[in-house]
């Protein structure tokens, strides 16, 4: 799963993937937004965008099932700041993506949605509450939002296996917020809750946030057990 490509569909390196054993699904944008799916197995019934076939101009959103459990990648917009015409597009899509996940439980109740939420959810997930209180990223708002998802019987895996630990996933590229581990949880893996019962680890690779021109995200690895998928 990739969310942030920043590249079209001819930049992305599919046909090495393929080389190496995965199947793809790209839905790429230049210089902005962008998501992918990567594969060990044939996805069926994907689609992009929005189920029902609106159209959106934003790359952010991408699906596919794979072996009974749909999986959903996610870029949800960055909103920018409180009160300002992204904010408000970000509030609106998170209310698209509720109502998407709620058809979708309908059919499917096996559901997993990766991807970069940019919420963070409580006082654990962010270095300095005080600081980020009212925030975009950390407003009561987003929070709302974010908890409505959850509300729909999922679960955030790593969350739920790591009930104290912060588990940062980004840091800003200034004043040394790595190395001061000065971070914000905003990276998520959401699912339906008996798929909790089948992570056998979740973590966060903060060693690819290291090293020349790293991204500004760790990424979060979910390893489930093969029960998960059992047509895999």
């Known amino acids: 799963m990739f969310t942030g490509l920043k590249c079209t569909e001819d930049k992305f390196p599919a046909e090495a993937l393929q080389k190496a054993g995965y199947r793809t699904l790209i839905w790429g944008q230049k210089t902005y937004n962008g998501v992918a799916l990567l594969s060990k197995v044939d996805p069926q019934h994907p689609w992009k965008g929005w189920p029902e076939g609106e159209s959106s101009d934003e790359a952010r959103i991408i699906a596919a099932d794979f072996g009974g459990v749909e999986v959903l990648c996610v870029y949800v ?4 700041a409180v009160g300002t ?3 408000d597009f970000k509030m609106k899509w998170l209310g698209k993506l509720h109502e998407t996940i709620h ?3 309908k059919k ?3 559901i997993l949605i990766c991807g970069d939420f940019n919420i963070a959810q409580s006082d654990l997930d962010v270095h300095d509450p005080q600081q980020w209180k009212d925030q975009c990223l950390f407003s009561d708002s987003e929070k709302k939002a974010l908890n409505r998802l959850l509300e729909l019987g999922l679960v955030d895996l790593y969350r739920a296996t790591h009930p104290s630990e912060p588990g940062f996933t980004w840091w800003d590229y200034r004043s040394g917020a790595f190395p001061r581990n000065h971070g914000l949880r905003i990276d998520l893996i959401l ?3 008996h798929l909790l019962d089948q992570v056998e680890d979740i973590y966060v690779d903060r060693n690819e946030r290291k090293g020349e021109k790293p991204s500004d995200h760790a990424p979060v690895i979910c390893v489930f057990k093969a029960a998960a998928f059992p047509s895999w």
């Open 77 to 80: 917009p960055n909103g920018q």
């Open 85 to 87: 015409d992204k904010f």
């Open 103 to 105: 058809q979708r439980l």
């Open 108 to 110: 499917n109740q096996a």
């Open 191 to 193: 699912a339906s809750s």
